[in-house]
C-alpha cells in the first residue's frame, strides 16, 4: 500500500544544525535509497523545513523502520497518509458504488 510520509523537521538552531552537516544530503540520499522512496519532494510545513516522501509498504508493522530514522535523526514530526493510485481507485468502484446503494 502507498503512503505519503509527512516529514516536519525541527526547527530553529536544532535545525539548523542538521544542514550545517557538509554531509546532509548525501545523508539524506541514503536515507531515502534505504527506506525505498519512490519519490520525495522538500519544501516548507508550517513554517519549517519539510519533506513529503512516498514509500509502498506491504505492511503497518513497516512502519517504525521508516520513521525511526527521520525521528532520530532530523528530530523531525512524522504523519503518514495511506494513498490510492488512479489504478487502485478504479478497482474500489463497486464498494463506492455498493455504499451509495445502502447510504446514499
Same mark, same amino acid.
Given at each position: 500500500m502507498k503512503y505519503i510520509?509527512? =516529514?516536519?523537521?525541527?526547527?530553529?538552531?536544532?535545525g539548523n544544525d542538521l544542514l550545517k552537516d557538509p554531509l546532509f544530503g548525501k545523508k539524506m540520499q541514503e536515507l531515502l535509497k534505504e527506506i525505498k522512496a519512490e519519490a520525495a519532494y522538500f519544501t516548507t510545513i508550517c513554517g519549517n523545513r519539510g519533506?513529503?516522501?512516498? =514509500?509502498?509498504?506491504?505492511?503497518a508493522s513497516q512502519i517504525p523502520a521508516i520513521a525511526e530514522p527521520f525521528f532520530i535523526w532530523l528530530k523531525a514530526e512524522i504523519e503518514f497518509y495511506p494513498v490510492m493510485t488512479p489504478s487502485d481507485l478504479g478497482k474500489a468502484g463497486p464498494a463506492i458504488e455498493a455504499a451509495f446503494k445502502k447510504w446514499g
Open positions: 510520509m509527512k =516529514v516536519k523537521m525541527a526547527s530553529g538552531e536544532s519533506a513529503f516522501v512516498i =514509500v509502498n509498504l506491504d505492511d
